[in-house]
């Protein structure tokens, strides 16, 4: 929890320093390597998700370190391979900036995979402190970097496309030292370790297309607003999703820090916690979209030029609430039992009825709040399918909070994008207080200690 609170507020303020102090072009460009970056870790073609689903259950000393080693080589050839085609790409089919662009992505090919890898090795085996670590070397080192780049004035993304990679290779250092076994070693030869590689890629497949279909959503409507309304549009849009995404980033670290315990867990003990969590979790969520509020008038003083992405951040903030509560809950459990095949069912479906709509919207009806209303009905849609998945798995079944959230998320858009932030404020606050009332049971048992501990 600490190292995401220092994750999340070193996103914080590179998502307010970076903009004030580099043009919109520069910032487009920024997020348009941004955008492609988090895209690579498709190449390990589900190897590293693999390890989080086949060996989350043991502990450091008990992990097979020669043929994790020698799948890691592997991996690492292939990534090379691929890195090295992309720069020959860049080298003879872009110019100027594109050709930049090209380059860091072919860096980051290498870099974040093996990233991915590095912090898996503390997730699958619990060793939560190690991978708290990592994540604020990474973070700490990118925010001082890019203070050093505005201090000297510096307005070209190249350099800090490179400082955001230099303060991943950092982490990756710390963790290559608490984990030498994992990177440097005897190998066993390709033929020894192929059964194992291919089990590893076969379940690690299904999970790694179930969350890059689930995120390519995203990725997806921001590629036809690139392609649409062109490159300055795109900038504001992705300024709306990296300020969600920095608190999107908080929630992630708790469904990591949860899956390792959930899956030691017995099965008779996972249905009661579900509950529990479930409705905390969706209670702290809805009451937390009022610091749109005031957040929404912070940025709009300290950065008017991204005022369009204030309002788009309206709408995109319930779409954080059903993310959220996917991420920490319903995928956990789903990965705990074993429905992968499940989940990338649901984010291949809605990924399509997503497609439909954006390409509706950007090309029929040329509406960007379209496009922003219908990634909300396709996020909130996939949420409910998979909660409704789980519930049957663990016998449960939360349809009355189902329809509050919905009503809650419809009733806070309209007011966001109707009133002004004071009278929204105020109207959201009393709605907030009267919810409050309404669940007080569970305000109570928040109040008093939140989720017990299980007997």
């Not at 460009?29 to 498709?42: C, D, H, K, R, S």
């Not at 890019?146 to 955001?164: H, K, P, Q, S, T």
């Not at 939360?398 to 858009?413: A, C, G, N």
Request: hydrophobic share 55%.
């Amino acid at each position: 929890m600490l190292a995401q609170v220092i994750s999340m507020a070193c996103g914080f303020l590179l998502q307010l320093l970076i903009p004030k102090f580099i043009d919109v072009q520069q910032y487009a460009y920024w997020q348009t390597f941004v955008l492609y970056a988090n895209y690579v870790g498709i190449l390990h073609f589900g190897l590293l998700d693999g390890f989080v689903l086949r060996y989350s259950q043991y502990d450091y000393e008990q992990l097979d370190k020669i043929k994790l080693r020698t799948q890691f080589f592997i991996l690492l050839v292939c990534l090379n391979f691929f890195a090295l085609i992309l720069s020959g790409c860049g080298l003879f089919f872009f110019e100027n900036e594109n050709k930049e662009l090209v380059f860091l992505i072919a860096v980051s090919i290498l870099i974040k995979n093996v990233f991915t890898y590095a912090s898996y090795s503390f997730q699958i085996t619990n060793r939560i402190k190690n991978y708290a670590v990592q994540v604020i070397l990474h973070r700490v080192v990118y925010l001082l970097g890019a203070v050093v780049l505005i201090w000297g004035d510096v307005n070209d993304f190249f350099w800090f496309c490179f400082i955001e990679m230099f303060g991943e290779f950092v982490a990756i250092c710390y963790a290559f030292s608490c984990n030498p076994d994992l990177y440097i070693g005897k190998l066993t030869t390709a033929k020894n370790v192929l059964v194992e590689l291919k089990m590893n890629v076969l379940a690690g497949l299904m999970l790694m297309v179930a969350n890059w279909t689930g995120n390519f959503m995203v990725a997806l409507m921001r590629l036809v607003v690139q392609n649409k309304w062109g490159m300055l549009t795109f900038g504001q849009v992705s300024f709306s999703f990296s300020v969600m995404q920095i608190f999107l980033a908080f929630i992630m670290a708790a469904s990591i820090a949860l899956f390792p315990s959930v899956k030691r867990m017995s099965s008779d003990v996972l249905p009661r916690l579900y509950k529990k969590m479930r409705d905390c979790s969706s209670f702290i969520l809805l009451c937390a979209m009022l610091l749109y509020f005031p957040v929404a008038y912070i940025l709009r003083l300290w950065l008017p030029k991204y005022e369009m992405s204030v309002a788009f951040l309206a709408v995109l903030l319930p779409v954080m609430i059903y993310s959220a509560k996917l991420t920490l809950l319903t995928n956990t459990y789903l990965k705990a039992y074993r429905k992968e095949k499940m989940m990338m069912l649901i984010n291949v479906l809605c990924l399509l009825m997503a497609s439909v709509l954006f390409v509706f919207s950007a090309y029929l009806i040329q509406s960007m709040n379209f496009i922003l209303y219908s990634t909300l009905l396709v996020m909130a849609i996939r949420s409910i399918i998979s909660e409704y998945v789980v519930e049957k798995i663990v016998n449960q079944r939360v349809v009355v909070l189902k329809i509050e959230e919905l009503l809650i998320s419809i009733t806070f858009v309209l007011i966001a994008q109707n009133l002004s932030l004071f009278d929204g404020f105020a109207v959201y606050a009393a709605l907030t207080v009267a919810y409050c009332v309404y669940k007080r049971n569970l305000v109570m048992q928040i109040l008093h200690g939140g989720l017990k501990k299980l007997d």
